[in-house]
């Protein structure tokens, strides 16, 4: 069985409607609603709560785009999918501005259509998950940084997450600090590889001057450092990334 999705089908033409019906529910959706005009359309948009909206912009009563406008002016969570015999490259362009999902000209075949609704909200499912994912790092190095005594109002405290993030999605980068890391940040921040050197050195040194070697020993389980014994850039990024990349 597919993936069910609400769906709402809009069509002046009660054989496309019936078409789109039968495939859909085929796949295992749910037709939440039908309109022939843009007005009924714009009414059940506003009244149904739908997962996707399938419908032809040349609609009577009001069009398919003015319809999707104030969907968008309204904040109706929903997304569209045009199906239409309007080929003109501006009706197009119009259609994707509104953030319409997927544009499809006449003939129809419906299931196709059903498969784009499911690849789209795949797509966002993945993108959530990458989100939550980045945003739990971002937590965890933070998290981190305040156990080993690095301060958020230095410089070094940006280039160093930078630096940790990148070493976790290229571990390989960590080989070419100086070639790549260095002048990866540098670009993104607007500055010189040299400053992010000096600037990540010396969060690091704030750290062993602040005498918290034992938070930083108790963060890795193992007695790593003294306060003698300070890393080089490279083997601090390193060991936060190889850490983060344990947990997961």
Sequence with gaps: ????????????????IQKA?????????????????????????NTTAADA????????GKDGFCVIENAIKNNIQTSFFVTTSL?????????????????????????????????SFAEIEESSTFQNKNRELEEKITNLFI???????????????????????????????????????ASKFETSSSKVERAIRHAIEVAWNRGKIENINNVFGIHVYSSN???????????VADKMLLEG
Excluded: C, W
């Design 1 to 16: 069985m597919e993936t069910s999705y609400k769906i709402i089908i809009a069509n002046e033409d009660i054989n496309e």
């Design 21 to 45: 019906k039968a495939a859909f529910e085929k796949k295992g959706a749910t037709i939440v609603g039908t309109a022939q005009d843009g007005i009924s359309l714009e009414s059940i948009i």
């Design 53 to 60: 909206v399938v419908l032809d912009v040349m609609l009577p």
């Design 87 to 119: 080929k003109s490259t501006p009706f197009i362009q119009k259609a994707l501005n509104l953030g319409v999902k997927y544009y499809m000209l006449t003939p129809i075949d419906y299931s196709i259509v059903y498969d784009r609704i499911t690849d």
């Design 147 to 185: 156990t080993v005594g690095i301060p958020a109002h230095i410089k070094g405290y940006q280039f160093l997450r930078e630096a940790i993030k990148m070493a976790i999605k290229k571990p390989e980068v960590i080989n070419s600090i100086t070639k790549e890391l260095y002048p990866s940040i």
């Design 229 to 239: 014994d300070k890393p080089t850039n490279g083997e601090f990024i390193a060991l």
